[in-house]
């Protein structure tokens, strides 16, 4: 994800080697990542970590201290950023407009053509649910409202990438489901989306791929799925486990072992050794499954420092010589 992808792999956001400092601190420090065309990935990082910096450097609302930005696989940011939407965390809406009103004057604002802007304006309201409500002033709209709002803006300009920072904070049960809801149906309609958010149920839900950047450094990066299998845990399930058995099982394999009912939990190296002793004693294993993390511990071990990677895992090459796969940002994109 790091690296820009292969000509079957089009890329629609890359950053290089990216660093951004203010005056002596260093917002972001050598960030490489990259978003395929169609693709998803959410950053993630604790207050500080440079997620904002990041969103900025992408828009030009600032410039970087160091290193490359390529939208679209061009250089020419002025002409990507045409193609790009933004969701602010908190949009500002002249609220004495009407919803319809304040897409129109956008999108005159924006150069598009009028007789096609009322059909578009029309369109976008329709998307987001605001048909029933778009002659009402948006002074008087739910903060959830308000924010659909801001996805019609940001989608009027049919961009073919979304850059959206925390589009559920602050929304309440429903209204966090009506806005994901919508960011799920553009990202099935293949626009590349760029999220920024800590609701980390929202990342899985929504996202291919994750970064999560501590003290403006990517940390660690990948697809969700190869995230949160940690491979270090199996699961066990048996049809019954008779106390004899688990008294055995406990002297075995001792604190490393927990049982829970019919599930046992032990690491992946004592799963063979377990397995063998459970058949022996005539137990009927029903499952066996590897132990998949949650992305808040993944997210807490980066934050606090904990985190490490995982050893590097031998690999065959056509050549026959055994090789180590590359770490993240030295080789080809892992989507």
Not at 43 to 70: D, H
Request: proline share 5%; glycine share 10%; charged share 20%.
């Amino acid at each position: 994800m790091e690296q820009a992808a292969t000509d079957k792999q089009p890329v629609a956001i890359e950053c290089v080697n990216l660093s951004k400092a203010y005056g002596d601190i260093m917002a972001l420090n050598g960030v490489s990542l990259s978003v395929p065309v169609g693709g998803s990935l959410a950053v993630l990082g604790e207050n500080g970590a440079g997620k904002s910096s990041l969103v900025k450097l992408l828009l030009g609302f600032t410039f970087a201290s160091a290193g490359q930005i390529r939208l679209f696989g061009s250089d020419d940011l002025g002409a990507g950023r045409l193609r790009v939407g933004y969701l602010p965390e908190q949009p500002q809406y002249e609220r004495a407009f009407t919803a319809r009103e304040y897409l129109t004057y956008l999108g005159r604002l924006s150069g598009i053509e009028r007789g096609g802007l009322a059909r578009r304006v029309t369109t976008l309201l329709a998307l987001v649910s605001l048909s029933n409500a778009a002659e009402r002033r948006i002074a008087t709209y739910s903060k959830g409202m308000s924010q659909r709002v801001g996805i019609a803006a940001a989608l009027l300009n049919q961009p073919a990438a979304l850059i959206v920072d925390e589009p559920t904070s602050g929304l309440d049960p429903g209204g966090q489901w009506e806005v994901r809801a919508i960011l799920h149906r553009l990202r099935d309609e293949g626009i590349t989306m760029l999220l920024a958010s800590h609701q980390l149920a929202e990342v899985e839900d929504l996202c291919d791929e994750v970064a999560i950047l501590r003290r403006g450094q990517v940390v660690v990066s990948g697809t969700v799925a190869s995230l949160l299998d940690s491979g270090e845990q199996v699961g066990i399930t048996v049809a019954a486990l008779p106390n004899e058995v688990a008294a055995q099982l406990r002297a075995s394999f001792g604190e490393g072992l927990t049982i829970m009912g019919p599930q046992l939990l032990l690491p992946v190296r004592q799963s063979q050794p377990a397995l063998r002793q459970l058949l022996a004693a005539g137990v009927v294993v029903v499952a066996l499954n590897p132990v998949r993390r949650t992305l808040e511990e993944l997210y807490l071990q980066v934050s606090r420092g904990s985190y490490r990677q995982p050893a590097a895992q031998p690999t065959t090459p056509s050549n026959g010589q055994p090789r180590f796969l590359e770490p993240l940002g030295k080789g080809r994109s892992r989507r």
